[in-house]
């Protein structure tokens, strides 16, 4: 448990912190180490004398010579390792020196390059953070709960590595991506580092490369299903909402079907979301609504195309039909502006082995008996394309390049200002690179990734492109709800969040601008959407009325180094 208490004044502004530890101990403790930024006071009440090198730095000067550090380093995977590394030594020294580095540090922690470290995490195994909870270990997840560092906790990220971005099953290598969403949490909303909780069910693994391997150190043993999948959930979820009942649970990286069903099961019964679906969902949709204000078109008078129509495919699309529903169309017609294509090609209604999800936004073959297809029975991306004209063509496949030449020139010639997003990473799993979108659509593409990519240069001129991050909306959301102790997360909750960051769109003044804000604006992004979200709890019944700006105030964390008293 932790070993430390944060005394507060009457303002709920941090005081000092208390703590019994003393000399290595206090070093070794990455939430407590302020390395050599220990005043002199506190190196002789904490037996730190000639354990530091004589000087004492601020915060600034630390983070400096860090970032120097960094710069030394030759590719994201080490830049990625090193700030771990610090992350494990010195966590608010961690939390100053990526905060000041935002945009260029965001993506090197987390996507793209978090896949690169998920992939090697047994190799580059590191200090311990969080839990691990294994299959084996199912008749001990109580035990297993009380044994985290810290008591209080507001917020756990889980995942069973099932399907880790584009790169598919990780086993417990999805442990890295709990841990960087829950920096991401902090990073981009404030929310406190030292009240959450990453944890990574093992619940074997169908990598064969990873059973092969002799250095994975997760259970070998094929990805349990079906009833007793279930049932460890199920243990697993009853076991954290007996010891932390007003826990928020975030879901992440569940594979397709699991990722869906585990959502459906709880979403009722405590505050819980969905990244992959929810977050995903709202981020694309605000995209979506961006882009179409700035075509000066109605929602309501789109033909939206998803090219994958997996977890995060169908999740966008869920959101995309509650917008629709929203602007006045019943549910049957928001459905029908909605195309998906998945392996088979284009959705349809008669298929056998699709998922429950899929299964609304299928199409009767009778809509496109009048198509020109090569092959009657299925209708590829180019084929719908050609037929379809869609205005917003959306990519959630990991298929490199799926967004051709072809494809796009075929698109553009349909549509004035198609939209374009091709949202699949890490980069290497991008449907379209954005020079190619401008190119080919000469210069007329609305568009936004799902991993960074460089300025677009055309006919002179530079142009940012929109990074389609999650991190715009899930750590808004958190802080929202944890702030005011929210029940349950509802659709409007979502929608609140959609909203909030829509509004903050460049586009909205300049249609040639980018239609999300730049990444060095997510914190102030973040504070919005937490308001938004917090208020709409209120309005659903599922929080207390509050002072919504205290109750942010109060719990908002920053990477501060405070005073330490001896206990």
Not at 262 to 268: F, G, I, M, S, T
Not at 389 to 418: W, Y
Not at 500 to 519: E, G, N, Q, R, V
Request: one cysteine or more; proline letters at 4%; charged letters at 25%.
């Amino acid at each position: 448990m932790l070993n430390f208490k944060i005394v507060r004044d009457q303002q709920g502004n941090i005081n000092h912190i208390e703590t019994q530890l003393e000399g290595y101990q206090l070093l070794r403790t990455a939430k407590l180490n302020k390395s050599n930024a220990f005043t002199a006071e506190e190196r002789k009440t904490f037996k730190l004398l000639a354990k530091l090198p004589y000087v004492i730095e601020t915060l600034d000067e630390q983070a400096a010579r860090l970032y120097t550090q960094y710069l030394e380093k030759n590719n994201n995977l080490q830049k990625n390792i090193f700030l771990n590394r610090l992350h494990d030594s010195n966590e608010t020294l961690f939390y100053r020196v990526v905060s000041d580095h935002l945009k260029e540090m965001l993506p090197v922690v987390y996507t793209p390059t978090v896949g690169d470290a998920v992939q090697k995490f047994s190799l580059e195994l590191r200090e311990q953070r969080g839990l691990f909870i294994s299959y084996p270990d199912r008749d001990h997840i109580e035990e297993i709960i009380e044994n985290r560092l810290n008591p209080a906790v507001d917020l756990i990220v889980v995942t069973d590595g099932g399907r880790v971005l584009g790169i598919g099953d990780q086993g417990i290598g999805g442990m890295d991506i709990s841990i960087a969403k829950l920096m991401v949490y902090t990073l981009c909303a404030g929310v406190n580092p030292h009240r959450v909780l990453p944890i990574q069910l093992d619940v074997g693994t169908n990598n064969e490369e990873l059973l092969k391997d002799p250095m994975y150190l997760g259970w070998r043993h094929k990805r349990i299903e079906g009833k007793e999948y279930d049932d460890f959930i199920d243990l697993f979820v009853s076991a954290v909402r007996k010891k932390l009942p007003a826990i928020y649970l975030h879901w992440e990286d569940f594979g397709r079907d699991n990722a869906r069903k585990n959502l459906e099961r709880y979403r009722k019964k405590m505050l819980t979301f969905n990244d992959d679906m929810q977050g995903t969902g709202a981020t694309a949709l605000s995209c979506v609504l961006s882009g179409v204000q700035a075509t000066g078109q109605k929602m309501q008078d789109q033909r939206v195309v998803f090219f994958g129509a997996g977890t995060a495919g169908v999740g966008i699309a869920d959101q995309v039909c509650a917008a629709l529903t929203r602007q006045g169309l019943s549910e049957v017609e928001a459905r029908a502006k909605i195309w998906l294509i998945d392996r088979p090609g284009l959705l349809f209604d008669d298929m056998k082995d699709l998922a429950d999800f899929q299964k609304p936004y299928a199409k009767s073959r009778q809509l496109i008996k009048s198509w020109q297809l090569q092959d009657t029975s299925k209708a590829s991306l180019l084929e719908t394309v050609k037929n379809l004209k869609p205005t917003v063509l959306i990519g959630c496949s990991a298929l490199f390049g799926a967004f051709n030449e072809e494809v796009v020139r075929t698109m553009a010639a349909g549509v004035e200002h198609p939209i374009i997003l091709p949202l699949s990473n890490p980069t290497s799993k991008s449907e379209a690179v954005p020079q190619d979108l401008y190119n080919w659509t000469n210069g007329k593409v609305i568009t936004a990734t799902g991993s960074p990519f460089e300025d677009v240069s055309f006919n002179g001129k530079k142009y940012r492109v929109s990074q389609s991050n999650n991190a715009f909306v899930f750590p808004g959301l958190g802080l929202g709800v944890i702030a005011v102790r929210a029940k349950l997360m509802t659709d409007n909750m979502i929608w609140a969040a959609c909203q909030a960051l829509t509004d903050c769109s460049p586009a909205k003044k300049d249609k040639h601008a980018p239609i999300l804000p730049d990444l060095n604006e997510v914190q102030a992004v973040s504070q919005k959407i937490a308001r938004a979200v917090a208020k709409q709890a209120i309005t659903d019944g599922v929080a207390q009325d509050c002072d919504i700006e205290k109750a942010i105030n109060s719990i908002k964390w920053e990477p501060k180094y405070y005073p330490y008293v001896k206990v």
